[in-house]
């Protein structure tokens, strides 16, 4: 293994912004369409002051954007940003290990179809030059950019 300096690590930083519980639900439904702090509040069945903290932290970190649809009194929905939208990954491989490992008796809650030709898919990770599937151990983990610039840094502190 890599010896990597653990300040610089990507999924630390990633979980500071996504990875409390109810965060994490807000984003599913946002992904499922939800928009309204009500519907969050209902569908979730969250205490109002969370749900408030965690949509105030996904807007404040560019995840989510506010957008007012009632001037009197005013009322906002929130939409995925770009940013956001790039947390779809996530969710899904999230859901994939969700319904291998701790299965409904009943079979998923959600299959994903694709919408070009109705095929329900379970999603792939797949290398973009080979388009063979990738798994865990088909993977090496090199320093980056980032280690270099982060090792520099701390020799000179």
């Not at 653990?6 to 912004?17: G, K, P, Q």
């Not at 519907?39 to 970190?61: C, K, M, Q, W």
């Not at 989510?64 to 939409?79: D, T, V, W």
């Not at 090199?142 to 280690?147: D, K, N, V």
Request: glycine residues 8%; contains cysteine.
């Amino acid at each position: 293994m890599k010896d990597f300096p653990r300040d610089a690590c990507s999924m630390a930083s990633t979980l500071e912004v996504i990875g409390e519980r109810w965060t994490m639900h807000v984003l599913r439904e946002s992904f499922l369409g939800v928009r309204r702090f009500e519907d969050y509040r209902r569908n979730i069945g969250v205490a109002r002051n969370i749900l408030s903290d965690r949509l105030s932290t996904l807007v404040a970190e560019g995840i989510l954007r506010r957008e007012l649809y009632s001037e009197r009194p005013p009322r906002y929905e929130y939409r995925l940003t770009r940013k956001g939208i790039d947390l779809h990954e996530i969710l899904i491989a999230l859901m994939k290990w969700g319904n291998r490992w701790t299965p409904n008796a009943d079979g998923p809650a959600v299959v994903l179809r694709h919408r070009a030709c109705g095929a329900t898919i379970e999603p792939v990770l797949a290398c973009p030059d080979c388009g063979k599937p990738v798994h865990a151990w088909d993977l090496e983990a090199l320093p980056g950019p980032g280690t270099a610039a982060r090792l520099a840094a701390n020799a000179a502190s």
